[in-house]
C-alpha cells in the first residue's frame, strides 16, 4: 500500500508539475523582399531552434506548432536563399510574463523590432524610479477578452497614459470621448484586453495618451492607423505585440544633465585625480541643482602595457574588473603598508 501511495505522490507531483503545453501560432508582420524568408528562433532551456516560417501575404509570414511556453523566449531573422541572415532582430521576446488563462491556443502577432525604437532607450532606470504605477491586468478581464494588445510605451509623466481607439465599439469607434485605457503591467509596457467576438474582418486602429487627471484625450501617435485582421477560433487568445509608439516630437522625453570624466571630479578628501566615491558626491549635488543625468567615461581597467597607452579610456580589458586608478584608498577595508 505504501508503495501505491508513493507512485501515485510521483506521477501526481509529475502532471501537477508538468510544463503547459499550447498550440502557438507566430505571425509577423513584414515586408520581405524578392529571395528573402523569415525564420523564427526558438530558445527554451538553454536549447535554440531556428524555424523556417511560411510566407502568407506581401505584408506576414507565420508557423504553427505545440510547444511548452515555460521559460520560452523567440526572436526572428531574414535569411536569403542560401540561408545566409541578412537581419536579426536584437532583442528577444518572452512568453513567461503573458497573463494566459484558460485559453489552449495562443496567436503571437508582432512587428520587425527596430533597435532605434524609443522604447529601447527610453525603458531605463530614470523611467523605472519615475514610474511606480505598474500592476498586472485582473484575471477577470482576461477570462472573455479574445485579443490582448500590448505596445512598449515610455512615458515620463506620471499622469500620462496609454490609451487605445478604433473602428469598432469595443475600441470607442474613434470617439475620443471613449477610448480604452491601457494597464502599465511593467516599466513602459502597456495591455488591455478586449472581447473583439462580434467582429470579423480587418479592425484600423491606433494608440494615444490620454491625462489621468483631468480624465481628458491628450493625443493620437503620428502616422498611418495601425490594423490587424480578425478572425477566431475556440478557446484561442489573440495577442497583438505592437512596437514603435509614434510619438509627436515634443513628446519624446527630454532631460538635462553632466558630462564629466571621474579623472576630473575633485573632493575634499580624495587625492586629486578622481576617485569612485567622488561618485556619491556628484550626485548628490546634481540632485540638489535639479540634473537627472550623469555621463562619465569608461571606468574599466586598462591597465594593459603599464605604460602610458593605458590612459586610454576605451581600451579595457575587462568588461568586470573596473579601474584600480579610482579606488578610495581611505575606504579600503585594510591598513596599507608605509612600504
Known sequence: MFIGLFAFAIMRSFFL???????????????????????????????????????????SWRI????????????????????????????????????????????????????????????NKVLE????????LAPSSLSSATHLFEIRVPLYERHQQVCLLGAHEALGHWDTEHFIPLQQVAAGVWQTALDLSAFN???????????????????????????????????????VRDLGYRFLPEQLW????????????????????????????LGDWAKNVGLSLIQVLPINDSSANYSWDDQFPYSAISVYA??????????????LTTQ
Request: hydrophobic letters at 40%; proline letters at 5%; charged letters at 20%.
Open 17 to 59: 508539475n508538468k510544463p503547459r503545453i499550447m498550440t502557438l501560432t507566430f505571425t509577423l508582420r513584414y515586408a520581405t523582399q524578392f529571395g528573402e524568408h523569415i525564420c523564427l528562433h526558438l530558445a527554451q532551456n538553454g536549447v535554440t531552434r531556428v524555424i523556417p516560417m511560411r510566407f502568407v501575404d506581401t505584408q
Open 64 to 123: 504553427e506548432l505545440d510547444t511548452p511556453i515555460h521559460n520560452l523566449e523567440y526572436h526572428f531573422s531574414i535569411r536569403d536563399d542560401s540561408e545566409q541572415t541578412l537581419r536579426e532582430e536584437f532583442h528577444s521576446r518572452t512568453l513567461t510574463s503573458l497573463p494566459v488563462a484558460h485559453q489552449t491556443t495562443l496567436h503571437l502577432i508582432d512587428a520587425w523590432d527596430m533597435p532605434n525604437f524609443p522604447e529601447h532607450f527610453l525603458v
Open 129 to 136: 524610479n519615475t514610474r511606480s504605477d505598474v500592476a498586472a
Open 201 to 239: 474582418g480587418t479592425l484600423a486602429y491606433k494608440y494615444g495618451i490620454f491625462d489621468s487627471l483631468t480624465g481628458r484625450f491628450v493625443s493620437f501617435e503620428t502616422g498611418e492607423n495601425r490594423s490587424i485582421v480578425i478572425s477566431h477560433s475556440d478557446d484561442a487568445l489573440t495577442i
Open 254 to 281: 527630454r532631460a538635462a544633465g553632466v558630462a564629466i570624466p571621474i579623472f576630473s571630479l575633485r573632493s575634499r578628501n580624495a587625492l586629486g585625480s578622481g576617485e569612485f566615491a567622488d561618485l556619491k558626491l
Open 322 to 335: 573596473l579601474h584600480p586608478q579610482y579606488v578610495s584608498i581611505r575606504d579600503l577595508p585594510y591598513t
